[in-house]
């Protein structure tokens, strides 16, 4: 484990190579600006100052993605400036008793060495504080002035769909400290660790992964974080293992028939009365036993309307079928073969892929995407396809209802970098419907969804 001085080594050393590198990007955006405004200025035709105004955007959008990321940088280094001084202070504060002990009485040499080397990690410290103590971040200096957006006045209007759609387009080029953290810290837990990054981070209320391999567990937090990072308005109570999430499905059924029972009898002892309650239990969770073929299922309950539905309200989220998911290779396997042949859409060979298609049915869910017209009528120019067509556009199994077809567009657009036609429309419909806040009732009051 990394001694106190040397995290604070490291962290430092990052802050000053993220300040050198965003210093740079900031240089570069500031020239390219200055050359765009002299191009501006020599045109006198609307549509070429429309056309060049539109890259300008893009560079003030990046410009600002750039000094938000110089901030959180100056923050870091405050914060890092402040834990050094505090634990220089604790050196010396033990440097001055050790001096003052060895004027005093005659100390051994084992503890004349931790004089020296209190006063070796002292001399390390101030290193650090004058390495963070540099100059700091151009965020705080000047750039080129820019032209009034008064004088775009007549091309205001061409311009403002570009504005938009540079609010989804334009993001920050350097992951924040925060972010590269949590995926180290993601990529090194276990399934006990990954519990608590769920619930340190939000991610979801609780976490069972059962007997899941710890390699498709740590697949799981991590595409259900980028997710929450794209659309922070899903709220989901439980990811895990569908096995684990039935067993808290089945613990809470027993509960609220318990309590109901007992009602009824008060006569009946609870040792009686178990062998009714453990019958109706087991009833409700033969409905919803996975599938063989199931390999993993998305829950969401609005509204519960019977108790099933109620018990399963408090673990609505994702879940992966253990008979899949508890070997990493062979799980990777099945999703390679799918892909081959068409069943599943092309990039989406890995278990990363299978999370994104269920987390596709929660952010479908939220946005009442399965009624949006746009996406309706894709869907239904999609179903007349023939199963090749289908495959070649997308893949067989979004073909089986609207439902799938949102989730298999939302996976592919997640996982393949050379996202084709279908999956691209769908999923920048959805990204709209966010950004335009257009999240109407929801329409699937229950459900489990593969």
Request: hydrophobic share 35%; with cysteine; charged share 30%.
């Amino acid at each position: 484990m990394a001694t106190r001085l040397e995290n604070l080594h490291r962290k430092s050393k990052d802050i000053v190579d993220e300040r050198t590198v965003l210093d740079e990007k900031k240089q570069s955006n500031i020239d390219n600006r200055g050359q765009i405004k002299s191009i501006i200025d020599s045109f006198n035709d609307d549509s070429d100052i429309g056309l060049i105004g539109n890259f300008e955007n893009a560079l003030v959008g990046e410009s600002a993605a750039i000094e938000g990321k110089q901030k959180e940088n100056n923050r870091d280094r405050l914060e890092t400036l402040a834990d050094t001084d505090e634990y220089l202070e604790h050196l010396e504060e033990n440097l001055s008793k050790f001096q003052e002990m060895k004027r005093i009485t005659d100390l051994k040499s084992s503890e004349d060495d931790s004089i020296q080397s209190t006063q070796r990690r002292i001399g390390e410290l101030h290193e650090i504080k004058e390495l963070l103590d540099g100059e700091e971040s151009s965020s705080t200096k000047g750039g080129i002035e820019l032209r009034d957006e008064a004088a775009y006045g007549s091309i205001e209007d061409r311009r403002s769909t570009f504005l938009e759609s540079l609010k989804v387009q334009v993001e920050p080029s350097v992951p924040t400290r925060h972010e590269e953290d949590i995926y180290i810290a993601i990529n090194t837990a276990d399934k006990q660790q990954l519990v608590q990054i769920i619930k340190d981070n939000k991610l979801a209320q609780d976490a069972d992964f059962g007997n899941l391999d710890n390699e498709v567990a740590r697949q799981m937090v991590k595409s259900v974080y980028e997710t929450k990072k794209r659309f922070d308005f899903i709220d989901m109570n439980f990811i895990g293992s569908i096995q684990a999430r039935n067993h808290k499905i089945a613990g809470k059924l027993f509960d609220i028939y318990m309590t109901e029972y007992q009602r009824l009898n008060p006569e009946w002892s609870r040792e009686e009365l178990k062998p009714f309650v453990d019958k109706l239990v087991k009833e409700h969770i033969d409905k919803i036993e996975p599938a063989p073929n199931t390999m993993a299922q998305s829950v969401f309950v609005e509204h519960p309307t019977d108790v099933l539905s109620l018990a399963a309200s408090y673990v609505g989220g994702i879940s992966i079928n253990e008979s899949y998911g508890s070997d990493y290779k062979s799980f990777t396997e099945v999703k390679v073969n799918e892909v081959r042949i068409g069943h599943k859409p092309v990039g989406c060979e890995t278990v990363k892929a299978t999370i994104d298609h269920e987390l596709g049915h929660q952010i479908a869910n939220k946005l009442n995407a399965c009624n949006d017209a746009d996406i309706k009528e894709i869907y239904n120019r999609f179903s007349n396809l023939s199963g090749i067509e289908q495959a070649n556009a997308l893949s067989t199994y979004a073909a089986k209802n609207i439902g799938e077809f949102v989730a298999e567009c939302w996976s592919e657009y997640s996982n393949n970098p050379q996202c084709r036609k279908v999956a691209a429309l769908v999923s920048k419909r959805l990204i709209d419907l966010y950004e335009a806040e257009e999240i109407g009732p929801k329409i699937l009051e229950r459900g489990f969804s593969r």
